[in-house]
């Protein structure tokens, strides 16, 4: 049997992993990364972020050609089944993969694959080769992921229900698709098979569509959801799921019945902890398979550590590559430590949504004296020029400070948008000011213009 001893030891080899890894082999740390699937990337690259939004690009480009005057001008509209939309996000897969396999070489950190098994608290061994190997470790760093949240009296067997992993293999495209769960990645898919042209049922458990959003937000992506043909049902629970060959019934608690072509379920993840021989080292995840840490992202055994999906929120690529890189700081004891925690949501849906900071409703409760500066995409040169009008940006400000407390935008671009104004946000002091927008030039005609002309708009508020 062989054995090997390492500084750092990495379970899995999604964002977490990537980002913990190379910060601690940047650090002259011995680094090996453990990884069960055949390439590295992770759920991101392989079920979740990646493909999900090159389809979503795909299927956009289909709707800005069947919508737009001037192709009308050449031909007919064009639809495409979803296999054939799929394939460019497999194009985009292989790029991908190949340059997340080169950060690990060019930085000489160990790509193990095969199963990690903790023996004890400085022991894992690696199963699935044809032989077991022993690793020794001196610290170690949990970065397993997710994977879809699956109820056990949902038949997931079945050829037309599918989970958010499971739909990039649907062989075709279905005239009617029921999503269950209308939280990120089922308001995700709701829209992209919206744009494919099938007829979406969205059942939404809550009372509306991300509650976490802004309320003006949340009402304009159930407006436009709405206008792009997706019947959204509120507050509907399951009883049950059946499926035939001919189709989906699903019936709610309320006694509705919907049948449709296929059946999605988007409702919630779980932890990837199972198989990970916790017990040895007194670990017990909680009952969605997460594990809890404290702010430097220490486990209970205080020198392994865990990031990324494994342990919960806000379960984002872009936060899970930062938890790792911030799990591994705490490891070299290097300056760059943060807890992440002012992560902004980036929500492809199309129209795209994100935002950063606080919402109105949590500034009301708060009794904090704010006001808000809109700009309207359908006025700015160019949203025009491009033909992409639907959206808004909104900035919500202290009315007497002028502190910039939270941007919410929705529309074209949106999660490129919003990162200029988190940028303002993370100034100290009187550098985080509605002042920055007026006072700055911005290029024109650019959509981060539409800073200046909301800030404008808010400077027009105050008395």
């Known amino acids: 049997m062989a054995e090997h001893h390492y500084d750092v030891v990495v379970i899995g080899a999604g964002p977490s992993g990537e980002g913990a890894a190379m910060n601690a082999a940047k650090h002259s740390k011995r680094v090996a990364i453990i990884e069960d699937k055949p390439t590295v990337g992770g759920n991101c690259t392989h079920w979740g972020t990646i493909p999900s ?18 192709f009308r001008d050449i031909g007919e509209p064009r639809w495409f089944s979803f296999p054939r939309v799929l394939q460019n996000a497999q194009k985009v897969i292989g790029k991908q993969v190949k340059l997340r396999t080169q950060f690990y070489s060019r930085n000489r ?19 699935g080769n044809k032989s077991i190997e022993t690793i020794h470790f001196k610290q170690a760093i949990i970065a397993t ?51 494919l042209g099938v007829k979406v049922d969205l059942i939404n458990p809550g009372s509306r569509l991300l509650s976490f959003l802004d309320d003006e937000i949340s009402d304009a992506l159930s407006y436009h959801l709405r206008n792009n043909g997706v019947l959204v049902r509120h507050n509907e629970q399951y009883e049950s799921v059946k499926g035939d060959d001919h189709g989906v019934v699903l019936s709610l608690q309320s006694g509705k019945k919907i049948r449709g072509d296929a059946f999605l379920w988007c409702n919630g993840r779980s932890g ?52 790792g890189r911030a799990a591994s700081s705490d490891i070299t004891q290097d300056e760059y430590f943060r807890f992440v925690d002012d992560v902004p949501t980036g929500i492809y849906t199309i129209p795209e949504i994100s935002s950063v900071g606080k919402t109105e409703r949590e500034l009301t409760e ?20 491009t033909g992409e009008a639907v959206g808004m940006l909104k900035i919500l400000f202290h009315r007497e400070t002028r502190e910039i407390l939270g941007i919410h935008c929705f529309g074209d671009q ?26 700055t030039t911005f290029n024109y005609p650019t959509m981060a213009e539409a800073y200046r002309v909301a800030a404008l708009n808010g400077l027009n508020r105050i008395f």
Not at 53 to 70: D, E, G, P, Y
Not at 366 to 385: E, M, N, W
């Open 145 to 195: 992921g997710s994977r879809p949240y699956l109820p056990p009296d949902v038949d997931f067997r079945h050829h037309r229900i599918y989970n958010s992993d499971s739909i990039l293999n649907l062989s075709h495209t279905p005239r009617t698709l029921i999503i269950y769960g209308a939280g990120v990645i089922g308001s995700e898919y709701a829209s992209i098979f919206a744009g």
């Open 366 to 385: 708060a009794k904090v004296p704010y006001d808000v500066g809109q700009a309207f995409f359908k006025d700015l040169a160019r949203a025009q020029i």
């Open 109 to 127: 950190v160990d790509l193990i694959n095969g199963r990690a098994v903790f023996v004890d608290k400085h022991r894992l061994e690696i199963r």
């Open 272 to 323: 990837n902890t199972e198989n990970l021989g916790l017990e040895s080292i007194g670990l017990t995840p909680n009952s969605r398979g997460q594990l809890a840490v404290d702010e430097h992202y220490r486990t209970e055994v205080e020198h392994i550590y865990a990031a990324g999906d494994v342990i919960g929120w806000p379960s984002l690529a872009s936060a899970a590559y930062d938890q």
């Open 53 to 70: 939004k090159a389809l979503r690009h795909s299927v956009k480009q289909i709707i800005t050609f069947n919508t737009n005057q001037m």
């Open 414 to 439: 949106a999660a490129e948008i919003v990162h200029i104004g988190q940028a303002i946000m993370n100034q100290e002091g009187e550098a985080n000011s509605l002042n920055y927008f007026i006072n």
